[in-house]
């Protein structure tokens, strides 16, 4: 079968790619566009280690098919500093030593992010749910939360 | 030596390979390429035991874009009747484990691997490679392994006279136990069982080799150990090591289950077929079927006391699931679960069962939390049938500075009594409980290792400093390292950078494991740090024509003291090293030893759960871990041991099992049915570090990463009891048990 052709923008910048029809975005991610920050570590969207945000949505890009981003927007833990400078999450992230062997991380940023887009004030409880599916097996949580919660709390009183 | 100030050591810093890691631009294992790469991939067993008739790999080679088909041809074989040590792993199974010959042990066992030009044509390859089996009869649980007319899986392995899947035992004695027991006023024996549970890394294995035209090898793979990766990889291909180099990629997780080799060989293997660059990387089914889970187990454990809470006896008799080839930690099991203890008398016996389940790998403290786990619910029952309260009766029988331990060692200045001191007078022991909430208590102890580790320690020419040592960072210990520099070099911690060797650039390091990364590595890099020093010292009296012995280096600064004190103006260390071509060139020192004097952790944890009455689910209130770390060195990331090893006994006490079909075959390798806990199942885990510093650390590091997964199942077991009124007398303790024991089915 003939490949694909997709045009779509991730971070910010127009990017073209051809795929197979079964390819998965983060196969494409990860393989043609050396986006290795998305990790796969299941494959089956039960981890949240392929994180990135589509059209504003959190989704794991393990399943959705590198088709599927025909003419949307995509933003993937590359895209998250600016100008080389770190997005608080990530800044806080390393202040509150929120990982360890760093494999979950970008998965954690990314719907972390999503979050505060979503939710700028969220409480424990709907921060432990939402991030429910991100596993972490190094740091048992406890740390991602804190820094989850303090960036909700700086941006409070920045705001 | 330096004053230790304690500017640096302390401090929760930020790491030097963070910026990398929270950008996605660290470089882990698979996510490396090279021009002209191509992919492997692994044909595995579908039956749990067979022998191997026959493999036809000819359709697999002829299909377009396959490159090279291997199987244990292809593989160094190690003749059964010799045992070859790297470690305590025997190549003897690590040869067999990699690739399958003659008989497939498992579900999962490797038999064969193609390298071709897509990952999917390498796939599509092994599916036509035909393999004749003839099935054998198998045996997945211990029961079934050692009843007497159990399927054998090795012929030559003998126990009692006979063929056996008995494969080893370990014993260590104390006392005599008979008369021990004699003088008890309680005795409780009891039967416990837990599951096999995965490591749970999240990082998959994966491997990138390169083998060039002259026959030298470059493998970049994430592991515990890039000099485990090479000796074995040489041992298992023929390639000797001076010609392997082992590029260590940043590690996603191992926890004990990197500390062995499962692709590597292959790739390097193909690689030298091909002439090209061979990728492979493991999908989580098969990370789950096949890479190391911990044993399961079952064990008998037996306490006698008197009524003022004196121990008088204790015996442990421990059956561990080792998988399909010896090397259960037993060890473990036996040696640490009565460590806590000052026992007159005492016995633990531990026997490593070969089974058709895949081999097990360390995991944290591996076998202690086994060991731990019917111990420390024994000691719950006893502390109720005597009234008195759990901790007490611990501190009433703390092993202190001084107490045999009944594997053998007498201890050294310890702070076992601090954590349970801690624990009693902890808020968490002392707040009121909820209705169906329950509370719970338990103490674990690990060795710790030393072992051999190096160090190069380098000034730049702008006079800041890069140090290398050679054990893969699993979870903070660079940034330890740059603390303790800095403390020792009296410098600013960011004008130091720590990275990880490959085996090519630092001298010989042992594994990442045994928590002995920052004990070994703290050891050497202190005395790196103090021949550096001494360097410096010598270039300043160089350019002041004076004699060295009248030195002082302070905070950064070669200062001249005694009688030239004040005749000089300081010289930084930018300054040296503005001047080291003048003055003998450049300025660095490396270290090697094998370290000594890695001292035992012990812990002590508080748990609250609440059990749902209605639907048997089990949920942790509140939990807070008690360690006595020796120093904290970075107390953020030694706090984040303690929380992530109690999050994965969490798992272990109440979700995680390994759940094998009537067909023998994994039954759930996806994390959706292999449950580990995730955010929503966990509240914050408190935790109190002790310091009762090792007398033989110059910084008084203990380890610290494996004690935190010792309590935690018993912990959560005496809980639950607490909150329900009965036990639970094996793991995991899933919503369909619990609900059972509730009805008292
Ligand atoms: S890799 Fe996509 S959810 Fe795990
Ligand atoms: S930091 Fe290792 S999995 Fe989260």
């Not at chain 2, 390859?125 to 003839?134: D, P, Q, T």
């Not at chain 2, 039967?191 to 990138?208: P, R």
């Not at chain 2, 044993?295 to 809470?309: C, E, F, N, R, V």
Request: negative net charge; aromatic residues 6%.
């Amino acid at each position: 079968m003939a490949k694909i052709q997709v045009s779509t923008n991730i971070n910010n910048e127009s990017v073209e790619y051809l795929c197979e029809p079964h390819d998965t975005m983060l196969s494409v991610l990860r393989n043609q566009l050396d986006l290795t920050g998305s990790k796969e570590s299941c494959g089956s969207g039960d981890c949240g280690s392929c994180s990135v945000i589509l059209d504003g949505e959190l989704v794991c890009s393990c399943l959705m098919l590198a088709a599927e981003a025909e003419g949307s927007k995509l933003e993937t833990i590359e895209g998250m500093s600016e100008g080389g400078k770190l997005h608080a999450l990530q800044q806080k992230f390393l202040e509150k030593a929120a990982l360890q062997c760093g494999i979950c991380t970008p998965g954690f940023l990314m719907a972390s992010k999503a979050l505060l887009d979503h939710n700028p004030t969220p409480t424990e409880t709907e921060v432990r749910f939402w991030l429910a599916g991100n596993l972490c097996r190094c740091t048992g949580y406890d740390k991602i939360v804190k820094a989850v919660l303090e960036v909700a709390d700086d941006m409070k009183e920045s705001a | 030596m330096n004053e230790i100030s304690n500017k640096w050591i302390g401090k929760n810093t930020v790491r030097p390979d963070g910026a990398e890691k929270v950008t996605g631009r660290a470089q882990y294992s698979s996510d490396t390429t090279m021009p002209g790469m191509i992919w492997g991939h692994v044909l595995r067993s579908p039956h749990p035991h067979a022998k191997i008739i026959s493999i036809n790999t000819k359709k697999a080679e002829a299909l377009e874009g396959v490159k090279s088909v291997i199987t244990s041809k292809d593989i160094v074989d190690f003749p059964l009747d010799k045992p070859v040590m790297l470690g305590i792993q025997d190549m003897r199974w690590m040869c067999r484990n990699i690739m399958a010959r003659d008989k497939v042990l498992f579900h999962g066992h490797p038999l064969a691997a193609v390298a071709a030009t897509t990952e999917a044509i390498a796939e599509k390859a092994c599916n036509l490679i035909e393999v004749e089996y003839e099935i054998l009869p198998w045996a997945i649980d211990i029961e079934d392994a050692i009843k007497d007319d159990a399927p054998i899986l090795h012929d030559h392995i003998h126990f009692d006279g006979k063929p056996s899947n008995i494969a080893g035992t370990l014993e260590h004695k104390k006392g005599d136990i008979e008369e021990g027991f004699e003088k008890a006023d309680v005795i409780i024996e009891r039967d416990f069982k837990t599951e096999a549970v995965h490591q749970g890394y999240l990082e998959t294995h994966s491997c990138l080799v390169s083998v060039a035209a002259d026959g030298r090898a470059t493998i970049w793979s994430s592991s515990q150990g890039q000099f485990m990766v090479r000796a074995m990889t040489s041992f298992l291909t023929g390639i000797p090591q001076s010609n392997i180099r082992a590029i260590p990629a940043e590690i996603g997780g191992g926890f004990g289950g990197k500390t062995i080799v499962y692709l590597e060989p292959l790739a390097t293997v193909m690689s030298q077929k091909t002439g090209r660059p061979v990728k492979i990387v493991m999908n989580r089914e098969d990370t789950m079927r096949a890479s190391g889970p911990t044993s399961g187990s079952k064990s008998k454990i037996k306490i006698g006391a008197t009524k003022d809470g004196k121990i008088v006896a204790a015996q442990g008799i421990y059956y561990l699931q080792a998988g399909a080839f010896p090397g259960s930690p037993i060890r473990g099991a036996a040696g640490c679960s009565l460590a806590p203890y000052d026992i007159p008398n005492a016995h633990t016996f531990g026997y490593d069962v070969v089974s058709n389940r895949s081999k097990v790998a360390a995991y944290r403290a591996p076998g202690a939390p086994i060991g731990a786990y019917g111990v420390e619910c024994v000691l719950d029952e006893i502390a109720e049938s005597l009234k008195i309260c759990p901790l007490e009766l611990r501190k009433i029988n703390a092993a202190k500075e001084g107490t045999k331990a009944v594997h053998g060692p007498v201890f050294p200045k310890m702070g076992y009594i601090e954590t349970l001191d801690a624990a009693i007078n902890h808020p968490h022991y002392k707040a009121p409980l909820g209705k169906h909430q329950g509370r719970g208590v338990a103490s674990g102890f690990w060795f710790n290792a030393g072992g051999e580790s190096s160090a190069q320690l380098n000034i730049t020419e702008d006079g800041n400093v890069v140090v290398t040592t050679g054990h893969p960072d699993v979870g903070g210990s660079r940034a330890s390292i740059a603390n303790i520099t800095a403390e020792l070099l009296g410098i600013n911690h960011d004008r130091v950078s720590v990275l990880i060797g490959d085996t090519a650039t630092i001298g010989y390091s042992n594994l990442t494991g045994g928590s002995r990364v920052l004990f070994a590595s703290a050891l050497v890099v202190t005395e790196s740090a103090q021949i550096v020093i001494n360097q410096l010292k010598q270039r300043a009296a160089k350019i002041w024509g004076i004699d060295e012995d009248a030195i002082d280096w302070e905070n950064g600064e070669a200062r001249p003291a005694g009688d030239n004190a004040g005749k000089f103006a300081p010289l930084t260390l930018a300054e040296i090293a503005d001047k080291a071509t003048a003055t003998g060139g450049p300025i660095g020192a490396g270290y090697q030893v094998n370290t000594e004097g890695a001292e035992g952790g012990f812990a002590t944890h508080i748990c609250d759960v609440e059990v749902d009455m209605d639907l048997g689910i089990v949920r942790v209130k509140r939990y807070t871990s008690i360690q006595d770390v020796g120093k904290a060195i970075h107390p953020d990331y030694v706090e984040g041991q303690l929380q992530g090893g109690c999050a994965q006994g969490i798992g272990w006490a109440l979700s995680e099992e390994y759940i094998y079909n009537k067909d023998g075959h994994l039954d759930n390798t996806g994390f959706l049915d292999y449950r580990m806990p995730v955010c929503s199942d966990l509240p914050m885990l408190d935790t109190v570090i002790i310091e009762v510093p090792n007398p033989k650390h110059p910084q008084g590091v203990r380890g610290v990463g494996e004690v935190p997964l010792v309590p935690p199942l018993a912990a959560i077991s005496n809980a639950v009891y607490q909150a329900i009124g009965k036990r639970s007398y094996s793991l995991p303790m899933s919503p369909p048990k619990v609900l059972k024991i509730i009805e008292g089915s």
